[in-house]
């Protein structure tokens, strides 16, 4: 019986968690907390060297101006697709609502649900990356 509770501990330590990212709410606090419990309890006839403490340490910054850039990256792309979209009001265009819709008419305005702009066109919401066509002005 005692192996039927290795084996299961061992299927769920090898399954990998897609729910959450370990690594998500790490900061420079939290890993200097780690560093410091790490050296105190660390076993004096073997202490780490200073070469891996550096190491620590530079992998830290990495994952911070990670961070960092994918999070301006991610600002500016919103700020792209937001001026994109806004250029579309008035425009007419075809395309697909979020629930598989197809929408045709004029943009009346824009707005921003969870980072995503969506063009109003009537009733209908649809978001940037589903317009299919945008038809040309015509001039009277």
Do not use: C, H, W
Not at 116 to 139: E, W, Y
């Amino acid at each position: 019986m005692e192996t039927s509770s290795v084996t299961t501990a061992q299927s769920q330590a090898s399954t990998p968690s897609t729910t959450s990212d370990a690594y998500k709410g790490l900061n420079a606090d939290a890993f200097m907390k780690m560093l410091i419990a790490e050296m105190q309890n660390q076993d004096p006839l073997n202490p780490m060297n200073n070469q891996e403490i550096l190491q620590q340490i530079s992998q830290i910054r990495a994952i911070e101006s990670n961070t960092r850039l994918t999070e301006t990256l991610q600002a500016v792309m919103l700020g792209q697709n937001v001026s994109t979209a806004s250029a579309m009001i008035g425009k007419t265009i075809q395309g697909v609502t979020d629930d598989g819709q197809s929408v045709s008419g004029r943009v009346e305005r824009v707005s921003i649900k969870d980072g995503v702009p969506k063009l109003q066109v009537g009733q209908s919401a649809v978001s940037l990356k589903n317009v299919s066509v945008i038809q040309p002005d015509s001039t009277t």
